[in-house]
């Protein structure tokens, strides 16, 4: 069947420190992945999008790497604080480019302690 | 810009009642989905609409009807509310391919009672 899993429901690391979240997936040929930032009460935000043939994409603080051969991407906040606090949603197009629609992960909470 | 807008923010029903989930949007995307999101189930979705005028089934549609009604608006209605449909929904909007980045609003919570 086709899976999308992020390994930890939580993580907690402390201030300064570099968060690594992890998705893996399989039976996909995503063309594709993103990853999102979900607040409590709220609805997902977009963070990045990697695209198969890219290896690694940095916004800020953020950095995103896409391994197709091993079907798994990393997730990456250097120098983290608190107001990273959050849960960390990736999702894969399931079309391989032709549609928009997303499959997401369950996420991963990430705790940032001071 | 709002952005996406969802109505109501929060809905009590009781078994067996009827409710529309309403969801606009002012960003002129083409493409418009329904999720739920229950704990340890993660985003799951309900149905799509890939432009004004069409809709198609997503994950979990059963007990679910939509309307895209115009390219702003789309709708989610519960014809018969179950206890299983307690959950939190989620609109969102992309602008169509290449661009997939999806926009989400900010949640309806129900509880179907």
């Known amino acids: 069947s086709q899976k999308i899993e992020q390994n930890s429901e939580a993580l907690n690391i402390q201030e300064g420190k570099t968060a690594t979240l992890t998705c893996n997936y399989t039976n996909y040929s995503p063309a594709y992945l993103q990853w999102y930032r979900q607040d409590p009460g709220r609805g997902p935000v977009f963070l990045l999008l990697?695209?198969?043939?890219?290896k690694e994409k940095r916004k800020e603080r953020l950095k995103v790497t896409f391994d197709t051969t091993l079907k798994q991407s990393l997730f990456h906040i250097t120098a983290s604080q608190p107001a990273d606090s959050a849960t960390y949603l990736c999702a894969l197009d399931i079309y391989g480019g032709s549609q928009g629609n997303l499959i997401f992960g369950k996420g991963t909470k990430l705790s940032v302690k001071p | 810009n709002a952005g996406v807008t969802q109505t109501p923010k929060f809905q009590v029903l009781k078994t067996g009642q009827s409710m529309t989930l309403q969801c606009a949007q002012d960003m002129n995307h083409n493409s418009m989905y329904w999720y739920r999101q229950d704990p340890g189930m993660g985003l799951r979705l309900i149905y799509y609409s890939a432009s004004e005028g069409t809709t198609d089934k997503g994950e979990v549609p059963n007990g679910y009807n939509v309307s895209r009604l115009n390219k702003r608006e789309f709708s989610l209605r519960l014809e018969s509310a179950a206890p299983s449909q307690t959950s939190v929904y989620f609109c969102?909007?992309?602008?169509?391919?290449?661009?997939?980045?999806?926009?989400f609003g900010p949640g309806t919570r129900l509880l179907v009672l």
């Open positions: 969102a909007t992309s602008p169509g391919p290449p661009t997939e980045t999806q926009y």
């Open positions: 990697i695209r198969e043939n890219e």
